[in-house]
């Protein structure tokens, strides 16, 4: 059965995702979709959930209030047909932004004498974390919260996603400006494996959260996507850092 409320004071993604988590630890709760615009929340549940127990779940975070707008059952088994975004359609940003950068990466490392592939990564990794952390930094807290929904550090530590933003900004520095190349690297290496790790829990339980990587401006799924996209960071850095020994 389908019931939709309505939840007050959710004004960014980040928001939507925290309270989305908080509902579905619900036990008879399967699924929670959340329309920002309209502020609504449509919850699929096995069992009817008293409106009493959700707002319970909310308690953590008492700015949300949840009320009952709507009651609509429906057959969780019943055919549903939704519209549903190609993969192109769905990772369109995150795509658009690695072309630029693969571009950019090409150009300046075919300048001179050939192609030079440590000066290919070098601009690309600086693109790559100069870029993301632009997007994080234009709502850090949106950020912060939906970081702290899958990686193993910010949900110990919700201030790591907004320490998380600058160290990026700052190897994205870093790789511009050439200095520090093994620290650098080797530090890359393991900031971007521990990121990982989060990664792989979410996809591997298939979690439908909110991929942080675009910050909170991007409503991205999290998947195999960005598997790929911390691996190559890690397979770039490690290259790197070979390559400078």
Known sequence: MTHTYHITEMTCAGCSAKVSHLLKRIPDVTSVSIDLGTGDATITMVNHVATSTLQEALKEHPKYKLTEKMVKSVNIFAEQVEEKKSWAATYKPILLIFGYITAISLIVSLWGNGFSGMMFMQVFMAGFFLIFSFFKMLDLKGFANSY????????????????????????????????????????????????????????????KIQCACLGAVFNLPMSTVTIIEDGLMIAMSVAMLFMYL
């Open 148 to 207: 702290a929904m899958y990686d193993i550090v910010a949900k110990k530590f919700k201030s790591w996603g907004y320490i998380y933003a600058f160290l990026e900004l700052g190897l994205g520095l870093a790789f511009a400006l050439g200095i520090f190349p093994l620290f650098v690297n080797a530090f890359t290496a393991v900031l971007m494996s521990v990121s990982l790790i989060g990664v792989l829990q979410s996809v591997m339980t298939k979690k």
